[in-house]
């Protein structure tokens, strides 16, 4: 058996010109948890070219769905971001990945921050019922240069809040913060600047960060997650894994440079 999946790609849509998100058929014996990610691909000259990826939809729903940049020189990418809907993507048959509930110590207030396609990760554990059971408050966070590049986010959000089932908890519960940092939005700067000050929680209208109460997940760009690790060590949150759950879980935005 080979180690990746042939899927169908079932839609595309361009959401600037360096965003693109897809969905494609799912292997139903394909199994994983919110959070997680594969190595997807394409075949090229005879040979799979594979990248880690997280799953952007859950694990509930039948289709796959990954947000991604494209980087026109990039290996993969630069041929991944035209695909259409009927081609053949490879996706691995081995989920991983340690943004997983799992991971964490149970607590009230849940913080999912993330920049660029770091999203990913986050789009699918929102759309995860046990989250909200588990957690009072969710905050997704999501920092871009441009005010363009939210917009995968944005939809994502606006979705749920019309779906039948998500559009009562994500009330109740979601706090959606988008933040830009080279143009003029009503949210302004970087995550990790937007917590130092506290200006995030101000904003919001909630209690400060508080290790009593918070659990956090880091998807982005290596510098955001060094900083923000940093900054929660220092606050005394310990970093969780597989085998110790801890306050705080990262992982890097699988960027192809
Ligand atoms: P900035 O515009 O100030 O560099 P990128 O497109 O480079 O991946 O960046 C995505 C977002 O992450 C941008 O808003 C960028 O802000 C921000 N960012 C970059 N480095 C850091 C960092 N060390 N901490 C927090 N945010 C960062």
Redesign the pocket.
């Known amino acids: 058996m080979s180690a990746f999946q042939k899927e169908t790609v079932l839609s595309v849509r361009h959401w600037t010109d360096s965003l693109f998100s897809f969905t494609a058929t799912r292997d139903p014996g394909f199994r994983f948890q919110n959070g997680q990610f594969a190595m997807i691909g394409l075949e090229v000259g005879g040979k799979p070219l594979m990248r880690a990826y997280s799953m952007a939809s859950a694990n509930h729903e039948e289709a796959l769905e990954f947000f991604s940049i494209k980087v026109q020189d990039g290996p993969l990418t630069s041929r991944l971001q035209k695909i259409r809907e009927g081609d053949i993507i490879l996706v691995g048959r081995k989920a991983t990945g340690t943004l997983i509930t799992g991971n964490l110590i149970p607590g009230r207030r849940l913080l999912l921050l993330s ?2 396609t770091g999203l990913a990760p986050f789009a699918s554990l929102i759309k995860d019922p046990d989250v909200y059971e588990n957690c009072e408050t969710i905050v997704l966070a999501h ?3 441009q005010v363009s ?1 939210l917009a995968y986010g944005e939809h994502l959000v606006e979705d749920l809040r019309n779906h039948e089932f998500f559009g009562p908890l994500i009330r109740d519960k979601l706090v959606y913060y988008p ?4 143009e003029p939005f009503r949210n302004r700067g ?4 937007l917590i130092a000050s506290n200006q995030l929680f101000e904003d919001i209208g909630q209690a400060s960060l508080d290790i009593e109460t918070d659990r956090i997940m880091l998807c ?2 290596p ?2 997650l ?3 690790h940093a900054m929660f060590a220092a606050r005394g949150f310990v970093e969780g894994n597989h085998s110790q759950p801890g306050h705080f879980v990262i992982e890097k ?1 699988f ?1 192809e440079r």
């Not at 933040?179 to 080279?182: D, G, I, L, M, S």
């Not at 970087?190 to 600047?193: L, P």
């Open positions: 920049t660029g920092g871009c240069r590049e933040t830009v940092t080279r970087r995550i990790t600047d982005g760009s510098a955001m060094e900083e923000l935005a960027v």
